[in-house]
C-alpha cells in the first residue's frame, strides 16, 4: 500500500529525481521551508523507503555505449526453481540495466545496454545463450531514442 505523501514531500521528490545534488538548503528555500523540517523530511523519506538511492545518471553515448536492445527470453521450463536460477544468472551480468518478469508470451525482458552490434552479438553469443534456462531470445534493436527519463510521473499523487 503508498504511503500517504503530503504536497511538500511531493514538491520535495519532485526536485530531488531533478537534480539529487541539490543542498538541503536550496531545497529548503525553493519550497519555502526552513532547512532543519526540509531536512527531517527527506530523512523520513528515506528511512521509509521512498527515496531508494542517491546517484549521478551518466551519459550512456559520452562514455560510447550506441546499442540498447530490448530482449524477450522464453525459459525452458516455467516454475520457481527456474525462474530463480535464471534471475541469479542475470543480475551478474552488467549489461543488463533492467530486468522484468512479463505476463503474456514472453517470461521476461531485458533492457541491454552494449558498445555496439558487436559487442552485443559477443555479450548474446558468449554469454546469454550459453545459459541452459533459455529456450528462445528475441532481439528488439532500439533506433531512436525518443524519451528517457528516470523520474517518476508524481503529479499523479497529489
Known sequence: ?????????????????????????????????????????????????????????????????????????????????????FEQEIVVHPEVMECYTMAGIWDYMLKIVTRNIAHYEEFVRNTLTTSPSIRELHSHMAVTEIKNSTELPLETQL
Not at 503508498?2 to 511538500?8: A, G, Q
Not at 526536485?15 to 545534488?21: F, H, I, M, P, V
Not at 540498447?68 to 530463480?84: M, P
Request: one cysteine or more.
Open 1 to 85: 500500500m503508498p504511503l500517504s505523501l503530503s504536497k511538500t514531500d511531493i514538491h520535495i521528490l519532485r526536485q530531488l529525481q531533478a537534480d539529487a545534488s541539490i543542498s538541503t538548503g536550496a531545497l529548503a528555500e525553493r519550497l519555502n521551508l526552513s532547512q532543519s523540517p526540509c531536512w527531517r523530511r527527506i530523512n523520513r523519506l528515506e528511512s521509509e523507503g521512498i527515496i531508494r538511492h542517491r546517484v549521478a545518471l551518466l551519459d550512456r553515448r559520452a562514455l560510447g555505449m550506441e546499442v540498447v536492445v530490448f530482449a524477450t527470453v522464453s525459459l525452458t521450463a516455467n516454475g520457481r526453481q527456474n525462474l530463480e536460477a
